[in-house]
């Protein structure tokens, strides 16, 4: 248990539907990231928000839509989506985005894209 | 630009030693390191910063040469629940939170 709690853990969604992924941190940080991990790939950098501000998009696709309603709460809308985009999902969080931060992330949500 | 782990992976019988290298071509303030079992979220195992420094918890130990921009994991008297991918995240200096990750390093240990 690292303070990162992720849902739904495995979400199955069609090229036309619109679904969320949803992340929430206990541990009082201020920053949240999205990571893409895919098969064999390492860990992407996709988003990178910073007191509910937004600091980094890392040339995402804009079937990929951030949300960060406050420190604790980070969600990826998702609309019509690629099977290219399946992929573990993971959400972290770290006290601020200095690189010297450690980051905890949560269990990952498992998307794939029929 | 991401770091380079090597080996990509390696293969041990418990109580062996094994050593993964994560190498930089920036200039680096921080690095850390992770270890991933199938299906689950990256642990963080331990961060090392600019300073050049050497830490370490039980078995599991590190190193970080800011020099040769390069940090190498030690794992001594490997155990079977060391098996598992070891990724290396590199931080440069600043508050951009752009931690980039290697490719990572599969281990697995057999008794």
């Known amino acids: 248990e690292t303070g990162v709690t992720q849902t739904p853990r495995h979400l199955v969604m069609g090229m036309t539907n619109k679904k969320s992924l949803k992340c929430e941190q206990h541990l009082g940080h201020n920053a949240m990231y999205w990571y893409k991990q895919s098969a064999k790939k390492p860990l992407e950098l996709m988003f990178v928000y910073s007191l509910e501000e937004r600091v980094e998009n890392n040339s995402v696709p804009s079937r990929f839509s951030p949300e960060c309603p406050n420190s604790s709460h980070l969600f990826l809308h998702l609309h019509t989506l690629q099977p290219e985009d399946s992929a573990l999902y993971l959400c972290?969080?770290?006290?601020?985005?200095?690189?010297?931060?450690?980051?905890?992330f949560g269990e990952g949500s498992w998307l794939t894209v029929v | 630009q991401q770091p380079v782990q090597s080996p990509q992976a390696v293969i041990l019988r418990e109580g062996e030693d094994a050593v993964i290298n994560c190498s930089s071509s920036k200039a680096l303030y921080s690095v850390h390191w992770y270890r991933q079992k199938h299906g689950e979220a990256p642990v963080f195992l331990m961060i090392l910063l600019k300073g050049g420094e050497q830490k370490g918890h039980e078995k599991i130990s590190a190193s970080f040469n800011e020099k040769k921009q390069q940090s190498s994991l030690y794992l001594t008297a490997s155990q079977l629940s060391y098996s598992g991918t070891y990724f290396c995240g590199t931080g440069g200096s600043g508050n951009t939170g752009k931690l980039i990750f290697g490719q990572g390093t599969t281990l697995q240990v057999k008794p």
């Open positions: 972290a969080s770290s006290l601020s985005t200095h690189s010297g931060n450690t980051i905890y």
